[in-house]
């Protein structure tokens, strides 16, 4: 529940999805292996888009061409990314995972 709490609050101020905080503490903190954590956090996805979902539409802030447009996006690359998912080893997936957090930690850095 801590985990998910922080993923809710980490995703809802700062935009990120919830992965780049729901998998690192699955991991190291509750022992999850790295394909495990990441099924998790995508199952954690859902209710925490839902909840910004109706908090920001509340607000008049969601465009709905583009979050239609972003959703069917969404749909195709997470299916293909579940099927990537499957295939690839817990070794390589920890490796791909780390870059990916270190390149957008850079980028964010330097804008």
């Known amino acids: 529940m801590t985990i998910g709490g922080a993923g809710g609050l980490l995703s809802g101020l700062l935009g990120v999805g919830g992965g780049l905080i ?16 990441h099924a998790m ?20 802030q969601v465009r709905l061409g583009y979050a ?3 959703t069917l996006g969404s749909i195709v690359g997470a299916r293909v990314g579940v099927g990537f998912l499957a295939r690839i080893g817990e070794r390589p997936l920890k490796i791909a995972f780390g870059l990916l957090a270190a390149a957008a930690s850079i980028l964010l850095f330097l804008q």
């Open 68 to 70: 239609i447009a972003l």
């Open 22 to 37: 729901m998998v690192p503490l699955l991991v190291f903190w509750a022992g999850y292996r790295q394909r495990d954590a």
């Open 41 to 60: 956090s995508l199952g954690a996805i859902i209710p925490i888009s839902l909840a910004s979902v109706i908090t920001f539409g509340a607000a008049g």
